[in-house]
């Protein structure tokens, strides 16, 4: 059984994750499907993607497949992780991309939707960035993209509380571009996308390039990179980590000792 399915209708494509099984988990099968259903979009040169969870899911994606994070000794989030890859590909995709929002977005899935070029959620979504609940030390570049959608204290506060916040409140904040009630997601989501479609895609392709570029016009220098990889490191080698990761698994509340 493939972990999307993907439909297109009037240049617009259609990408549903299709694991409930799993909550939508961004496991290394899904982002596979995921990113071979952009690249055959990017092949058909479709004007607008709406990426989405099936008609009334509770979790449109749970983040990171947690059974898939190593246990130790190895950065849990590296340039070759698969939300890294997908992350890229969003980004990468010359078509405006539009997460349509439905029930709860978890850990890594926040960012695969703030790396979205627009969001369209029901009024009962959720955004929860949870990696601090598993001990994972997030990335510098997973963290730019929830900087580049959201100020530096409301990143803070959803990364340190691991808490969700509502839809209301994510477009009061700008991460959302608009919330309807969910009997209304679809129509909205697609005349949206029908807008964008009418317009020149050459146009919006480089615009999209252009404005991904200024986002990401950030000065960091080797030695602070480093530095940073190397305090990350120590939280991957550390027993908090792996506590996280195994109380996870074992369906229990974490704890956590600072070492």
């Known amino acids: 059984m493939p972990f999307v399915v993907t439909g297109v209708q009037d240049s617009i494509g259609t990408i549903t994750l299709n ?38 899911a509770k979790v449109w994606s749970a983040g990171h497949d947690v059974s898939e994070l190593p246990l130790a000794n190895r950065d849990p989030l590296g340039w070759g992780d698969p939300l890294r890859r997908v992350i890229r590909e969003l980004e990468d995709c010359p078509a405006p991309v539009i997460a349509m929002i439905e029930g709860g977005v978890w850990g890594g899935a926040c960012e695969m939707a703030f790396a979205c070029d627009l969001v369209v959620a029901a009024q009962e979504a959720t955004f929860a960035l949870t990696p601090a609940k598993l001990g994972v030390p997030y990335n510098l570049t997973g963290l730019l993209t929830f900087m580049n959608t959201v100020g530096l204290h409301i990143v ?104």
Do not use: C, W
């Open 19 to 56: 694991h409930p099984e799993k909550r939508n988990a961004l496991s290394e099968a899904l982002i596979a499907d995921l990113i071979a259903a952009l690249a055959e979009f990017r092949r058909q040169s479709l004007r607008v993607i709406v990426l989405r969870a099936p008609h009334g």
């Open 156 to 259: 803070k506060e959803m990364a340190f509380t691991a808490k969700p916040i509502t839809a209301d409140r994510a477009e009061q904040l700008g991460i959302v571009n608009h919330v309807v009630p969910r009997d209304e997601l679809e129509r909205v989501t697609y005349e949206l996308a029908g807008s964008i479609a009418l317009n020149s895609p050459l146009s919006i392709s480089v615009m999209k390039e252009e404005l991904n570029l200024l986002a990401n016009a950030r000065d960091l220098s080797p030695l602070t990179f480093e530095r940073i990889q190397g305090l990350r490191r120590t939280v991957y080698n550390s027993h908090d980590y792996q506590e996280g990761i195994r109380a996870f698994l074992d369906k229990r509340p974490p704890r956590f000792t600072g070492e």
